[in-house]
């Protein structure tokens, strides 16, 4: 079966070959939906053929709309407003696309094929000296709906997380825990070993900060203070030992970042996400260093009478970056640079897209640049998705520090409201308790996943709990009801031994809109793949769900009488259903059977 696009732009170059007598093959033909208070489905444009058909952008839609008319079955009607032809589609077309499609469990999911594109997909990324946070949860939600996404949309993806477990931060949660922490570990204590360690870099800090305050008032400069401060020699002396690989050093280290990572997989399992491979800065953070020489070769890069090396982008509007410091030491950038050859070199992806915030938007031109300069041509297809920030409203939800708000904590709270919600509406009376339980969980989480995944990625956004749990509207449990709505619906159906089949002549109006939309399902996948934006699918599936449950109180499924067309309304629910379920899924969030 051709689909509608093709239908129409293929035959809209026939046309205007035949009526204009110019080839058309290289003609790119604009199709849309027609806008709601238009007759018709789709919409061509037709200022861009005056060219050819040398008439007025208005008759020459009339002129391709008679054609089409007369000469394309599936094309019943169509009428001109200003340039715009709008085209209404015959309703067999839809029919004969919902028997097609109606019983396909995997629809608008595409498996890779063989050739496909190589995407990987770098998210998460955080840092072993503190928990996860609300940012992180932004983060993780959306590198994971991109992934899936792009999947959906036909490419083999490759999800990775690159874990910055090395460094002058986690040495500080190292060195306060073997100062003050009198061996305190995670059983000891029943913190979660990532809490726990996070615990330990909150504890430095207040040391350092009242050491400095008190350095600063015998009259020491800030910088002085930092440089006479005990506390940091001791860090700066632990970062030493720790590259040479001291065994002690490199014990703790171990240790302590087994601990977070035991943390860290508690909560990523409780937000559904996951990882094909794993990386670590501490076996990355050399990598670079060999394509500093490389790029002193090939000229991109230069050196300072200090022996450091730089490059210079003043060219390109930026500025000197340095890549290699006097002290051999290299920096965020050189291990950026070699950890993304060293991908390359072993998967051989077509695109790289680094889910991180806007604060590094920098960084990434300036890695992307230097890339390219260094002639790696698939530094093309190196992307990053910069995302906002995300906050609450103020007093929700604050973290044990005060600060930020902890990944953990959001999510038991989403939960607990969730609870709270459902039994103040009394939608759940003859659950088991584990059932209850599931269930709290899916809506919980669901309104989290959703509210934080219907805003483009681009935009910073506030997170309203309450809000996000709302049983109407733009929101996830919304979304979950009517899905566990159709089920309920199907149920019954089975009941009553009502088969679903599409086996009519006809269908009405909101029928034929309705089967439209589940339809666009497999372009809105496309679209959002190619913007990595999961907010389309979000309002996408916002927007057949208010379609069908205007249609399910329009229309009666099960009460009506007519066989067939009972029938047809099951399938079609049912199809909706898989549409929910299968976008949703594309979100990371479940959808329960009942609810
Ligand atoms: N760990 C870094 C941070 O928390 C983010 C790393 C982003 N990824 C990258 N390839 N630079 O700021």
Redesign the pocket.
């Known amino acids: 079966m051709k689909s509608i696009e093709n239908l129409i732009s293929d035959n809209t170059k026939l046309a205007l070959t035949s009526l204009y007598n110019v080839p058309a093959d290289g003609v790119n033909v604009t199709i849309q939906p027609t806008r709601k208070e238009f007759e018709g489905d789709f919409t061509v444009t037709a200022f861009a053929f005056t060219p050819l058909s040398k008439k007025n952008p208005e008759q020459t839609a009339k002129e391709l709309g008679e054609y089409l008319k007369r000469e394309v079955a599936e094309i019943e009607d169509y009428n001109v407003i200003k340039g715009f032809l709008n085209l209404s589609i015959d309703k067999g077309y839809w029919i004969d696309f919902l028997k097609k499609s109606w019983n396909n469990k995997e629809y608008g999911i595409a498996k890779p094929a063989e050739g496909a594109n190589t995407i990987m997909v770098?998210y998460s990324?955080?840092?072993t000296n503190k928990p996860l946070h609300l940012g992180h949860v932004r983060n993780n939600l959306i590198g994971s709906s991109i992934s899936r996404i792009l999947e959906a949309a036909g490419n083999k993806v490759i999800k990775v997380n690159?874990v910055?477990d090395r460094g002058i931060h986690i040495c500080k949660s190292m060195l306060a825990w073997k100062k003050w922490g009198g061996g305190e570990t995670p059983e000891s204590s029943g913190m979660k070993g990532d809490h726990l360690v996070g615990k330990y870099y909150v504890v430095f800090d207040k040391n350092l900060k009242a050491e400095l305050k008190a350095l600063m008032e015998k009259g020491l400069s800030e910088e002085d203070a930092e440089k006479q401060s005990t506390l940091m020699n001791e860090i700066r002396e632990m970062l030493l030992k720790w590259e040479a690989g001291d065994k002690e050093s490199i014990e703790l280290w171990n240790k302590m970042n087994g601990w977070v990572y035991a943390g860290f997989d508690v909560t990523y399992k409780m937000l559904g996400v996951s990882f094909d491979k794993i990386y670590y800065e501490s076996k990355t953070y050399l990598l670079g260093k060999e394509m500093v020489a490389e790029g002193l070769k090939k000229g991109v890069f230069f050196k300072k009478p200090d022996g450091s090396v730089w490059i210079d982008l003043t060219a390109d509007g930026l500025d000197e970056k340095v890549l290699l410091r006097s002290d051999g030491t290299s920096v965020?950038m050189t291990q950026?640079l070699g950890?993304a050859v060293s991908r390359a070199e072993e998967f051989h992806f077509n695109g790289l897209v680094?889910i991180?915030g806007n604060e590094?938007e920098y960084?990434f031109k300036v890695l992307f640049l230097i890339l390219k300069k260094l002639g790696y041509t698939w530094a093309n297809g190196c992307f990053h998705l910069s995302y906002g920030m995300v906050e609450l409203p103020d007093g929700k939800m604050k973290s044990r520090e005060g600060t930020v708000v902890d990944a953990d904590d959001l999510m038991n709270e989403m939960i607990k409201t969730a609870e709270e919600t459902t039994k103040a509406l009394g939608k759940i009376e003859n659950f088991e308790s584990e059932e209850a339980a599931k269930l709290y969980k899916t809506i919980g989480l669901g309104a989290l996943k959703y509210f934080i995944l219907k805003v483009d990625p681009k935009k910073k956004m506030l997170f309203n709990p309450k809000e996000s749990i709302d049983f109407e509207g733009n929101t996830g449990p919304f979304l979950q009801y009517t899905y566990a709505r159709i089920c309920s619906l199907l149920r019954k159906a089975t009941d009553l031994n009502y088969t679903a089949s599409v086996n009519v002549n006809d269908i009405i109006k909101k029928e034929k809109e309705l089967i439209i939309k589940v339809y666009e399902f497999n372009k809105v996948i496309k679209e959002a793949a190619a913007t990595y934006s999961p907010a389309l699918v979000a309002n996408y599936v916002y927007e057949l769900v208010k379609e069908y449950n205007q249609y399910y109180h329009d229309y009666s499924v099960l009460k009506e009488e007519n066989a067939e067309l009972r029938s047809l309304r099951i399938a079609l629910s049912q199809q909706v259903g898989i549409v929910i379920h299968n976008a949703m899924w594309l979100l990371g969030i479940d959808v329960p059977e009942r609810m």
Do not use: R
């Open positions: 770098e990324s955080p840092n690159l910055n965020y950026d950890t680094y991180v590094q960084h």
